[in-house]
């Protein structure tokens, strides 16, 4: 018993005694923590695109490249950079931004270079070249719309000799025109240059990191810190798939959807309205949307270039099958390297085929016929070819309206792993539970102007399985427009008295 | 050199070296080198190179003891002096008030701010006064020891009692002017013109149809906006509050209205735009992550341009993407 009491005394004196001992060094550790935690909190913050679910979904030898050739997550980069230094394929139709203007004299006072001889413009190195007036290009824009801008930090040069190089401004004269350049370039007059390229990219970057980043993810992947406290999800924007938009099922989102969504948010979800926002900054924040989307689609396609043959899964049933994990990784290298160039491009021209298509007058719904005048009898015509077996909409929605249709007590299949989903409902492809809208609630979340409901029966709803009915004539489109607009005011949807009922309404709303 | 030392030199070096810093070397080198100019704090608030000359020179004339008594005499000084300089410089308010409410509301928190000032600096007089006292005693003088005094006492509950009472009744009526409905100014008493929906994390906006009247559910005919409300200016209006999920406040800061939208109520309220313009509308209830994200813009004009904004808003509202060609 003794013994024991001494032991654990003995044992108790010799920790305290060690932790006197270390108490200095505790001491020395507290100082260094608080130094760390100084530089810690000044250093910068680096943001980066996560990789994609699908591309991880390849071997690893397909996401990071094999020998020299680069892998799907090597090429996104190059093509794309990362959210410091962003890069623009300028292949692909996103407005950059800057001022594009051309070379109109090189040299000083305009005597060297305004015959279009080239000339070559010197560093700024005092002991060599004392006169300034040889790093001095004078710059024209194209016509009298556009203004210089006050402020110009670099020139890239898109045609002539230097087409392709970019130099820092050191000194810019918005009224003349005139730079000076900090490093050697040869230009001559002619030459087509762009001030602050990316300039506006840039400038979307910083308004989506401060605005938008928290839900829909740097990348755009709709996976912000925010994001799980949401229901609905926000959009993950790397299908490239928008649901709201006035173009035809077939076309991707135009500038002037996004925009519209930006401005007015998006009721029913917590997509909010940015109206306060100054034109140009929600200009800066579609492209810089658009941009992600693109970079998210790349990064799809490529991977789906790929994922027969060397995802994880392939490669399990590939070595099943008798195959060596060397050997495909060597067909891999030679398709890496001899094949994806030529996917690359291909995916490119279709981003940019896809997305210029968008923003044409071919793409945007336009109606043939003007509303049909919102009656009683249109309603009631609009009642029957929702309940039509050819339209069907009831299926889904439900025959008063109310969302409730019988698809959404159906199992699912996931399209892509054919497996059931859990909850009983429609889904969307982005595997999130999208059962169809309550139209009674009054809430339309892509807006709730006629056309607004007429694009949505016509295209369909992007990305779910509101799919669009574009083959029906337009004036039934209108009829069914009426009807979902006067539903929310029906006192019983759904009931056959209620067209009697909407009648006198009807008639009071036809009236103006 | 104990603290008190420590710090009397502290405050010496300190004033002394502002008063010096704006009465000669600033106003100095600003005359003498053309292309300098030293910011003085001074040009900003005035009269602080004189307090700044008074604290210095009472730091250096006085004893330690004195310098507290004196020290406590000071600050009721320059709270005076803030009190009566604070209003021009707009230190209270982030704008003049541009609301009839508004104007009420300024006149409360001045009276109040007068009735705190006069009891702060008597407070800080009668304790500066104490210790000056002590300071000025002799060394061998007897200590004297007060057991209290229970007619002060009664003195000092009763007259701030009275004090809070009257602060009560004096904002009776304006809190009845912003919140009693039948108080509200006759040119509302016609009704709402619009319902401000508040919702994680905007202002929607729902007017009834040009020539109806508001009613508490959605009508056919009525117009959506969102994170902007258009009122006409100089004459009061009156609006539903309302909230789709968590609580939010209705906060138009130049006119001083601030009002909670709770769930569940539709709560009626009404202000005035004194001056035609934008007026910042800000959520004041932290309501979520994206509270910050709560802004919208009153805009207020004539009551032909509403009625022109109504009258576009509806166009807008009944697009049907066709061309008009008839
Ligand atoms: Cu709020």
Redesign the interface.
Known sequence: MNTQIRKSLNRYHMISKKDFATSGSIQQTAWLCLAMLATVGCSDFEASFSISENTRSLAAEAQNGTGESPGVIALTEEKFGNPQSLKAWTKLPVNWGGTSVSVAAVGSDGDAGTSGESAEVETADATETPESGDNKVTLQVPDESISLPNTVSSLLVSSGESAGQSVAVTSWDASTGEAILATKLVLSAGDQCTLDAGKGLQEGRVLYMRHCSHCHGTAGDGNGPTAQYLNPRPRDYRHGVFKFTSTNDMSRASRNDLTRVLRYGIPGTYMPSFLLMEDDELEAIVEYVRFLAMRGEFERKLVVELSSDYSKDAMVSRIEGGETRDEIVEELAEFLELDMPESVDYVGNDLQEIWTAAETEEARVIPTVARVPDTAESRRRGRELYLSKTLNCADCHGIDGAGNGPQTMAFEKNPITNEKYNEPGLHDVWDNLNQPRNLQAGIFRGGRRPIDIFCRVYSGIKGSRMPSFKNTPHEDIWHIVNYVLSLPFESDPGATGSLASSEVAGGAEAGD | MNLSTLLIWFLRLLSTGLALYELVVGPLVNSVLADVSLPLLSDQVAGTKWFALIFAVTTWASSEKRFWALFFWYWPLVALWACVIAPGNNWWFPSEPLSRAGHQIDGLFYMILIIVAVTFIGTEFALGYALWKSAVRGKDDKVWFSHGSHRLEIVWTIVPAFILVFISMAQLDVVADIRVLNRFPDEVQSGPVAEVMAR???W?IRYPKPGTELMTT????DL?Y???LHIAATVPTMVNLRTQDVQHSFFVPRMRVKQDAVPGLIIPIWFDAEKAGEYELLCTELCG??HY?????IIAETPQQVSEYLTGLQA???????ADEE
């Open positions: 994680q994390f905007e929607r959605p009508q056919p005919g959506y969102v994170n902007e992550w994206g994200k709560m802004k919208a813009r807008d509202q009944e697009e049907d993407g066709v």
